[in-house]
């Protein structure tokens, strides 16, 4: 009985930690309706608290699509002065046309994410990045981030001449030819998982291609992580060396974002 109830209140742990912060932030967040290609595009915005304008940062989700976790990824940065605006790419692949939230299972978002066309992905991601660019309260510098098939967006929206202060890749796959590099002007900073040698080995060949053409890469690999640190470090049953990743994870990415936006 008591293991099946302390494994009982792990499992309520994992499930409602984001969703408590996100019912505590003292943050304003809210939901918007963008307009790209004709279609409507829904992202969610935290605004931090602040005095001046602040920097925005674009935060693209994992292939599970726009989760209540990722959410709680904007939030944090908000309340590190950071406006941030996490898009919803998944937006009008819902069943009945709905977004994430309207998927049965994280398994039909995974299926949903397979069949965008990167065009309509880059083009939302624009929209994006120009919606929370213009903000009344944003002081038009922007950086990126992704997070699994997000990071590998990421990369993709940092060539593509959008204008970005930094990309931060988090476990995505790299570029492997020089058209995915040359676009790119600010640095690029890689976090990886030491056990996810699929994502891994794209990670030597994209920083051939960056030293090649100039550009900044500086990848970090921490020891005994998997795949997915950034947000299973933080579940109740974490492993040592996932729990340790994301803690380093974020430290290193806020002290990059404070030095990048002085």
Not at 131 to 158: H, I, K, M, Q
Not at 182 to 209: K, M, Q, W
Not at 219 to 247: D, K, Q, S, W
Request: hydrophobic share 40%; charged share 20%; proline share 6%.
């Amino acid at each position: 009985m008591l293991v099946a109830a302390l494994l009982l209140f792990a499992t309520a742990c994992t499930t409602t930690a984001p969703t408590a912060r996100l019912e505590s932030t003292p943050r304003h967040d809210e939901w918007v309706t963008i307009e790209s290609g004709g279609r409507p595009l829904h992202a969610y915005v935290v605004y931090p608290q602040v005095s001046r304008k602040a920097p925005a940062v674009l935060v693209i989700h994992e292939n599970r699509g726009l989760t209540d976790w990722v959410r709680t990824v904007a939030d944090r940065l908000a309340e590190n002065g950071y406006l941030a605006i996490a898009p919803d790419m998944l937006s009008g692949s819902a069943p009945n046309g709905g977004r994430t939230s309207d998927f049965p299972t994280s398994d039909a978002a995974r299926e949903a994410i397979s069949k965008l066309k990167l065009e309509q992905v880059h083009a939302d991601l624009a929209a994006a990045a120009q919606y929370v660019r213009t903000l009344p309260s944003a002081d038009g510098r922007l950086a990126v981030a992704g997070f699994c098939w997000g990071g590998s967006r990421a990369w993709e929206f940092a060539n593509r001449g959008e204008n970005v202060a930094a990309a931060f890749v988090f476990y995505g796959t790299g570029p492997r030819e020089e058209a995915g590099v040359t676009g790119i002007d600010g640095p690029v900073y890689g976090f990886y998982g030491g056990d996810d040698a699929r994502v891994n080995a794209t990670i030597e060949p994209s920083a051939a291609l960056m030293k090649q053409h100039g550009k900044s890469f500086d990848p970090v690999i921490y020891p005994g992580a998997g795949h997915a640190f950034m947000r299973l470090g933080e579940e109740a049953e974490a492993t040592p060396a996932n729990r340790t990743a994301r803690e380093e994870g974020w430290t290193r990415w806020l002290a990059a974002l404070k030095t990048l936006f002085r």
